[in-house]
């Protein structure tokens, strides 16, 4: 990305979103309601949203749900038909791919993933020109299985040179580092990457061209789940999280808005909670993905979960509420509710949350 892309960029963000610097706002206790009144007041400009502020107590909570305090909020919602995804599919949508035989026996599993320029609303009022894998962020969940041979072809209609870098074992020309030979793709052009699945585990791809953090930054990631051959442990529900950012000024220094699978506070209970029932088994496939910031987090409220780090083993490596992860890493959770309820799940980085990396089980008897 060049000086004169960040000068464009630059002018088709809102300008008093470049006069935020959310850093130091924070530093003063009203500083994120601020950053929230201005996308509500934003959004109200719009006319697309009640019209009603929750009140900004400082850097209190929203009140705006009939009295039920959960955490800041923005209000409206964002046009999810225009966007081409909806958080709530990206859970369980799971990428298999067309699926064959090689004459040898083997599973042969083909993805068709193209990378484009999009601009995505990724809170009420806010649209952040995006870079996707087809079309999303996160891009498809990609889900194969031990010793499967993976066949993807990647097609750049990009306007800048992109690639597909996997995390997991294949060889150095399969990459997506480097140059044209290794799958570094100019705009225009194609690569097939081609490799066997393994080790069984969480795993996720993105691009690789530099400035890596700005491609990154922009949307170009997503999840890469190998089961193992003999399968994991059956379980009633399945959730892919991605967790990330938007980097909505461009200062390449921290990002305003956070998230999981592409929308800022989008599980909020105003919103899409997560339903399941009391005693059922859940599995989190939960990646980090996070630009600039150092650190992201999980916490579990109410509960405690079995953590398997990478996915890589059967048996957890801890019984805890609360993980932490740089970027790249991931881990499986395994849990179940004792009691029905409802109850958040949040970075505890907790300033993460109220920038909209929050959400919640809905527990039903
Ligand atoms: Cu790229």
């Known amino acids: 990305m060049t000086a004169d892309d960040n000068q464009r960029t630059r002018s088709l963000t809102p300008a008093w979103i470049s006069r935020l610097n959310r850093r130091h706002l924070l530093g003063t206790s009203v500083g994120g ?17 009640t019209p009603e502020l929750p009140p900004m107590a400082g850097m209190d909570h929203g009140l705006g749900n009939g009295g039920v305090i959960t955490m800041p909020m923005v ?78 072809t990647f097609v750049n209609a990009g306007d800048h040179p992109h690639s597909m870098h996997f995390h997991g074992i294949h060889p150095g020309a399969m990459d997506g580092v480097f140059d044209e030979a290794s799958g570094m793709v100019q705009p225009g052009g194609q690569f097939t990457y081609e490799f066997d699945a393994e080790p069984f585990g969480l795993h996720l791809y993105h691009c690789h061209t530099p400035p890596l953090a700005a491609h990154i930054a922009r949307g170009l990631y997503g999840a890469f789940i190998i089961d193992p051959k003999e399968s994991w442990a059956p379980v009633d529900h399945a959730f892919v999280m991605v967790m990330h950012g938007y980097n909505v000024d461009f200062d390449t220094e921290s990002n305003e808005f956070y998230a999981v699978n592409g929308i800022p506070f989008h599980y909020d209970l105003d919103k899409y909670p997560i339903r399941f029932r009391v005693g059922e088994s859940v599995r989190i496939f939960l990646v980090n993905v996070l630009e600039y910031d150092q650190i992201n987090s999980f916490h579990l409220h109410a509960n405690f979960f079995n953590y398997y780090p990478t996915g890589t083993m059967r048996t957890p490596s801890e019984y805890t509420d609360t993980i932490g992860l740089m970027q790249g890493q991931r881990g499986i ?6 009691h029905p309820g409802r109850y958040m799940f949040h970075a505890h980085k907790t300033e993460f949350a109220e920038l909209g990396w929050t959400g919640v089980f809905l527990v039903e008897e």
């Open 33 to 49: 309601a601020l950053a929230l009144a201005e996308v509500q007041r934003r959004s109200l400009a719009q006319g697309d949203v």
């Open 75 to 152: 209000t409206g919602d964002v046009d999810h038909v225009a966007n081409g995804f909806h958080p709530s599919d990206v859970l369980t949508d799971f990428d298999g791919g067309t699926v064959s035989t090689l004459p040898n026996g083997q599973t042969l599993r083909e993805y068709q993933i193209t990378a484009y320029n999009k601009d995505i609303e990724i809170v009420p009022g806010l649209k952040f020109p995006a870079w996707t894998y087809n079309g999303r962020i996160p891009g498809p969940t990609i889900r194969a299985t031990e010793g499967d041979h993976i066949r993807i």
């Open 333 to 338: 959770l395994e849990f179940t509710y004792k």
